[in-house]
Antibody, heavy 125, light 108 residues
Framework: QVQLVESGGGVVQPGGSLRLSCAAS????????MHWVRQAPGKGLEWVAF????????YYADSVKGRFTISRDNSKNTLYLQMNSLRAEDTAVYYC??????????????????WGQGTLVTVSS | DIQMTQSPSSVSASVGDRVTITCRAS??????LAWYQQKPGKAPKLLIY???SLQSGVPSRFSGSGSGTDFTLTISSLQPEDFATYYC??????????FGQGTRLEIK
């Protein structure tokens, strides 16, 4: 069965850095795109970043562009999110999610069919 | 960016009731819409994709409909385990992927 297990969350001061990891199992990790989605305490869901199955393309929400970097190591079945210049508004539970997409010749349409349990990032002094 | 608006924000219902939640997109998204269920302290779970396709393993009391800008999620006969928060998500325009603000389904 598909399993996604996040780690690396914690408390960090504003301006600090943190790297999240997501260990994947139960599917061929190297064949699927992966996402990070976050949820601030008591709030809704916010898509953060996406990486293609081979790491060739990466996309970011405007709110994190230039500060966060998504990456993957297909030899280790692991997804990463490097978070720099953290702000209080980055405080959230961060979920990794497996991509389920349908692609035409011009576009891809992305859903999230499996999610990890999440890891909490708190940015506070 | 495409804005997704759900209504109502919260709803109270009883076991056995039929419940409908609505999601409206700020522009047409064809049928590229998904619904997720989230219980407190848990990750979201995919229920419906492509507006009306039931994800594997999801009970048939869940159904989705709509296209263009207006969509609905219907639970035909509420069960105790259905009390949760529901989110819609548009998949038509990327990036970014955007979600509705959520609808909290509570026990009456």
């Amino acid at each position: 069965q598909v399993q996604l297990v996040e780690s690396g969350g914690g408390v960090v001061q504003p301006g600090g850095s943190l790297r999240l990891s997501c260990a994947a199992s139960g599917f061929t990790f190297s064949s699927y795109g992966m996402h990070w989605v976050r949820q601030a305490p008591g709030k809704g869901l916010e898509w953060v970043a996406f990486i293609r199955y081979d790491g060739s393309n990466k996309y970011y929400a405007d709110s994190v562009k230039g500060r966060f970097t998504i990456s993957r190591d297909n030899s280790k079945n692991t997804l990463y999110l490097q978070m720099n210049s953290l702000r209080a508004e980055d405080t959230a539970v961060y979920y990794c999610a497996k991509d389920s997409s349908y692609c035409s010749s011009t576009s891809c349409y992305h859903y999230f069919d499996y999610w990890g349990q999440g890891t909490l990032v708190t940015v506070s002094s | 960016d495409i804005q997704m608006t759900q209504s109502p924000s919260s709803v109270s219902a009883s076991v056995g009731d039929r419940v409908t939640i609505t999601c409206r997109a700020s522009q047409g998204i064809s049928s590229w819409l998904a619904w997720y269920q989230q219980k407190p302290g848990k990750a979201p779970k995919l229920l419906i994709y492509a507006a009306s396709s039931l994800q594997s393993g999801v009970p048939s009391r869940f159904s989705g409909s709509g296209s263009g800008t207006d969509f609905t999620l219907t639970i035909s006969s509420l069960q105790p385990e259905d009390f949760a928060t529901y989110y819609c998500q548009q998949a038509n325009s990327f990036p970014p992927i955007t979600f509705g603000q959520g609808t909290r389904l509570e026990i009456k």
